[in-house]
């Protein structure tokens, strides 16, 4: 068969039976492991290169071999992402694993679709192969390439490709898994520093935030749809910026202005490498803080140190952070009534018999 080489797809069967897990495994183990995996399906089943990516049209971030380098930042630059007629192969990677282009183009379509005329053709590529897996409802695709002269993906080597689906599927099951669990651990881990953290992904949707940026939720803060929202103003364009995918200028830090309370600097700090998680699609850090205001220890300390429970802990922390006990009773959907006796076993669990004396106390621990 012109362009088939026989030898390399040979070993990619016997990697299934064996290797080719066990790279799976260490995989989700370290997830920095995922480009040589794409590297090594490349090569061993007879392709240019190979690109990972989830078919939702809106993410991209993606793994690509260095072979696709550049047809790859082509692809998502100039927009193809959002009308790639590859797309059309979808419904068949969900219903069998693998899609190829013979499936859904026909020749003359071929010679005449810029995808294929512009896009492919400048980069020397044609034949395609997508092993498409679910991970948590998103479909992925293990995106194969060709050149004219490899030739297309034949039947037999299809089949053997489709097996790669349900592998994939667990690994990138498993790896999310772990991301997440990863990013919950760095949003928790600024707690220690009494810094305020969030996560998001990269169309602005929060993945994780910690109590500490919580508590900075209310009238001028607070969470739609998903993303951090204020009412209007520059913050709420720089806000809204972060919810683009792509192309959005570099924003270092946004000030959220409160009509009650001294602003909220929040600083931008992008993720990179193997911080971001593959498929947790983390994107963007946000470390907030007041300016000028006392630091506050973080409310796991507040329960170790004075055996608070963990309402007493975080109703003990926004006190001191300057608020009201009837604010702080509406923030955390509480009566006053519940307020008032928390805050007095606060006291007797602390020897404060006021509020400033408390509030000495609780940033004490944070210097």
């Avoid at 053997?160 to 997440?180: F, K, N």
């Avoid at 007041?290 to 975080?314: D, I, M, N």
Wanted: charge should be neutral; proline fraction near 5%; charged fraction near 20%.
């Amino acid at each position: 068969m012109p362009g088939l080489n026989t030898a390399l797809f040979a070993r990619l069967h016997d990697d299934l039976e064996a290797g080719f897990q066990e790279d799976l495994e260490e995989a989700v183990v370290d997830p920095a492991r995922w480009p040589d995996l794409i590297e090594r399906v490349s090569l061993a089943s007879g392709s240019e290169g190979a690109l990972l990516l989830r078919t939702d049209r809106t993410a991209l971030n993606a793994l690509t071999t260095a072979s696709l380098a550049e047809s790859s930042k082509r692809y998502f630059e100039e927009g193809w992402h959002r009308e790639d007629h590859r797309f059309r192969g979808l419904p068949m990677m969900r219903a069998r694993g693998i899609a190829v282009d013979q499936d859904f183009t026909t020749p003359d379509e071929i010679a005449r679709l810029p995808f294929y005329q512009d896009l492919l053709a400048s980069s020397g590529l044609r034949w395609f192969a997508g092993v498409g897996f679910e991970v948590k409802g998103r479909l992925w695709c293990l995106a194969l390439q060709r050149t004219v002269a490899q030739g297309l993906y034949e039947p037999h080597e299809q089949a053997r490709l489709a097996t790669l689906s349900p592998l994939l599927r667990r690994a990138g099951l498993l790896t999310a898994m772990i991301e997440q669990a990863r990013l919950a651990g760095l949003a928790e881990a600024f707690d220690v520093i009494a810094r305020a953290a969030m996560i998001l992904d990269s169309e602005g949707r929060a993945l994780r935030w910690n109590a500490a940026f919580g508590a900075l939720f209310g009238p001028d803060l607070k969470l739609a749809g998903g993303r951090l929202a204020v009412e209007e103003g520059e913050a709420a364009r720089q806000l809204e910026a972060l919810s683009r995918p792509s192309g959005r200028a570099p924003i270092s830090a946004i000030v959220v202005a409160r009509r009650d309370a001294a602003p909220i600097a929040i600083h931008v700090v992008p993720l990179v490498g193997p911080t971001r998680g593959l498929f947790a699609g983390a994107s963007t850090l946000l470390i907030a803080s007041v300016p000028g205001s006392a630091p506050v220890p973080a409310a796991t300390v507040l329960q170790t140190a004075y055996r608070l429970t963990p309402a007493e802990a975080r109703l003990a922390q926004t006190l001191s952070g300057g608020l009201t006990l009837a604010e702080a009773a509406s923030r955390f959907a509480i009566t006053a009534a519940t307020a008032r006796s928390q805050l007095k076993a606060i006291f007797a669990k602390t020897g404060a018999t006021r509020q400033s004396d408390l509030i000495r106390l609780v940033t004490g621990l944070a210097r």
